[in-house]
């Protein structure tokens, strides 16, 4: 190439460098700027809720840095790496080793790396009853770096959203609809929850209408301060036609979303279906809870049903093995004269979807004090297993770890095992939606502990010697309740 050649292009570069720069929309830095923007303003974007979860997982530590409860590296929460290499692209070029971009709030993803399932009901109850791309376009982003083991320091919060899928042909994020937010912003979203909703227009200079307010508290006043949030921010009511999933449908009514329905495990490692909440309208005309695996590929999702009967709260235990998808759904039951035959009743109308089973606490990760390593407790078909994160660079772990194992125990305050497995035996997790957490190795143990409420497990950490239960350094707790 010429050296003109060379100065053309190199020109061409510099041109195109400078046309990728971000230009997002602006910064928010207080809830009435939440008003105007489209982010999580209508339903069902869950936008708002994101946000709200997040301000309640960052904390400002003595030193004015915002950590986080959490690690967006392991994919906690469903946390992914966000390269930032959309076109346009929507957030400001990072300086070489300054951090790192992580994205939350895309609820469909792999079928078994699904952490996302970990965020609270509230976040993903609009996703579940809702079809369609609009309950899954909002975004939060993070920006940042990584401080000793499993500390994050948070430099950048963005609010940001996918192009609306309809005859458009862009996939990444939106820069028009990119918002810087600030720590301030967050800090007011924490404090709703220990306001009164009469100081509300003198703080934040805003009116709330107190009847739209009382019906948001009705659906979203277990989760404090969300209710006032929704209230201030958007200008019409989440009720009514908000939750029709599709404008025909006549059953999703406001006060479906006071329907609660999970899956918890019987003391046989089986799915038991809990529901709360049902309308006497719904008890009436005659309802019944149905069990789905979402992470069945094949067409036939369903597993078991029951019928709700009169009981507006209520269990039922199936004998469908405890996995990780599995959702509970109200249907509309309808009877004909098969009934009265002994057959079964027939399935009608989809009413309300549970959120998907994840782990009963939701838990994520517990980090092994003083070592770049993790433990979590899952279940597979109704089996207590283990899964064990450890850095990449942790490269001598299995040394460190010779002599440490992992326990299997039915209850928080029983002293034995009943079965174990040594750390180092654990075999790596080949799937590739695990495989694929930069920076970390995946390690499973699949035990032969039939699940039940109130298991737990325990990492020992043994320096040398025999298996002991002496040294006992870290404990994962996972507790199942039977009820709430
Ligand atoms: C259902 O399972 C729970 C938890 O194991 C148990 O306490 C309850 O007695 C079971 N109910 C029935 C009807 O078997
Ligand atoms: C720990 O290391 C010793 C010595 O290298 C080895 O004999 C032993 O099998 C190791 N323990 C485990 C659980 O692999």
């Not at 982010?39 to 960052?58: D, K």
């Not at 709030?105 to 109850?125: F, R």
């Not at 006032?228 to 989440?238: D, N």
Request: hydrophobic share 35%; aromatic share 10%.
């Amino acid at each position: 190439m010429t050296m003109v050649g060379r100065g053309i292009l190199g020109c061409f570069i510099l041109f195109l460098s400078l046309a990728s720069v971000s230009s997002i929309k602006g910064t928010l830095s207080s809830i009435k700027d939440l008003k105007g923007i489209e982010f999580g303003n209508t339903s069902p974007r869950h936008g708002l809720m994101l946000l709200h979860w997040l301000a309640n997982n960052i904390y400002n530590d003595n030193n004015g840095n915002m950590r986080l409860n959490f690690n967006p590296a392991r994919r906690d929460y469903g946390f992914h790496f966000y390269r930032n290499a959309d076109n346009p692209r929507p957030l400001p070029i990072l300086p070489h080793q300054r951090g790192s971009y992580y994205s939350l709030g895309n609820l469909v993803q792999g079928n078994n790396n699904n952490d996302a399932l970990a965020l609270p009901d509230y976040v993903t109850q609009r996703f579940h009853n809702s079809r369609g791309p609009e309950s899954n376009r909002d975004r939060v982003i993070l920006r940042v770096r990584e401080e000793g083991s499993n500390q994050f320091i948070v430099d950048e919060v963005y609010v940001t959203q996918h192009y609306p899928q309809n005859g458009n042909t862009r996939t990444g994020y939106d820069p028009d609809n990119t918002y810087l937010v600030s720590f301030s912003l967050l800090t007011q979203i924490q404090r709703l929850a220990t306001i009164g909703r009469n100081d509300i227009p003198r703080i934040y200079n805003v009116e709330i209408n107190h009847n739209s307010l009382q019906e948001l508290e009705n659906i979203w006043g277990h989760t404090p301060g969300l209710a006032l949030l929704l209230a201030i921010v958007v200008s019409f009511t989440f009720r009514a036609q908000s939750y029709h999933a599709t404008p025909q449908s006549t059953l999703k009514h406001e006060d479906n979303a006071l329907i609660k329905l999970e899956v918890k495990t019987t003391d046989r490692g089986k799915a038991r279906i809990i529901w709360s909440g049902i309308p006497k309208r719904l008890l009436d005309q005659g309802v019944m809870v149905v069990l789905h695996s979402n992470n069945n590929p094949d067409s036939k999702s369903e597993l078991d049903r029951s019928s709700v009967g009169v009981k507006a709260s209520g269990s039922y235990n199936t004998s469908v093995p405890l996995n990780p998808g599995l959702q509970v759904r109200l249907h509309k039951e309808v009877k004909t004269w098969w009934n009265y035959l002994g057959f079964g009743s027939t399935i009608g109308e989809e009413i309300w979807r549970g959120s998907e089973f994840h782990n009963a606490n939701r838990e994520i990760p517990v980090d092994i004090i003083g070592y770049d390593a993790s433990l979590q407790l899952f279940v597979k078909d109704g089996k207590a297993c283990a899964r064990l994160y450890v850095k990449k660079s942790f490269t001598d772990w299995k040394k460190t770890f010779n002599n440490s194992w992992v326990g299997f125990y039915s209850s928080e305050g029983t002293l034995d095992h009943n079965t174990w497995q040594w750390a180092v035996k654990f075999s790596e997790e080949s799937h590739s939606d695990w495989a694929d957490i930069p920076g970390y190795d995946v390690y499973v143990y699949e035990s032969s502990m039939t699940m039940s409420p109130g298991v737990q497990v325990r990492f020992i950490l043994e320096k040398s010697g025999c298996k002991a239960r002496s040294t006992l350094s870290m404990i994962s707790s996972w507790k199942m309740s039977v009820t709430r």
